[in-house]
């Protein structure tokens, strides 16, 4: 079976636009653990994205966003390598039961909106290694 690498590039970057839309939406209507847990979606599929035009084959089956950036080819400012470990918890603090609880009780709006900015950021520039269209 033949694999459309260029439709699974596009299934990433698209649901990357989504996950972003929702991670701002559940922002306003404040729902701080659900928001930050998108924030993580967002930059891994948009890393996936990446990582798929540069390796032409199937991204590998990994939330981590620092792994996916690097296996993307990536330069990473040791502040970036810092935000993605941080932000790369939220997938696990999100999902799982037994970090949920705790996680929700971090989440305010402070905490959230600090790490929206901060995944926005990291958007952009993922966005800047976009290939031109």
Known sequence: MKID???IAEYFRISAVRDW??????????RYDACLFFCHLTLEKSLKYL???KIKDF???SHK???????????????????????NTFNISGRYENSKL????ECN???????L????????WLQKNYPKK
Do not use: C, H, M, W
Request: proline share 5%; aromatic share 10%; net charge positive.
């Open 5 to 7: 690498l260029p439709k």
């Open 65 to 87: 966003l620092l792994k996916l950036a690097q296996t993307a080819g990536l330069s990473l400012t040791k502040e970036q390598k810092i935000s993605l470990k941080e932000i």
């Open 51 to 53: 990582v798929t035009l």
């Open 102 to 105: 705790s996680f929700y009780k």
């Open 21 to 30: 839309k929702t991670a701002r939406g559940l922002f306003q209507i404040k």
């Open 117 to 124: 900015d901060i995944t926005q950021n990291l958007l952009l």
């Open 109 to 115: 709006a402070e905490y959230t909106k600090n790490y």
């Open 59 to 61: 991204p590998p089956y």
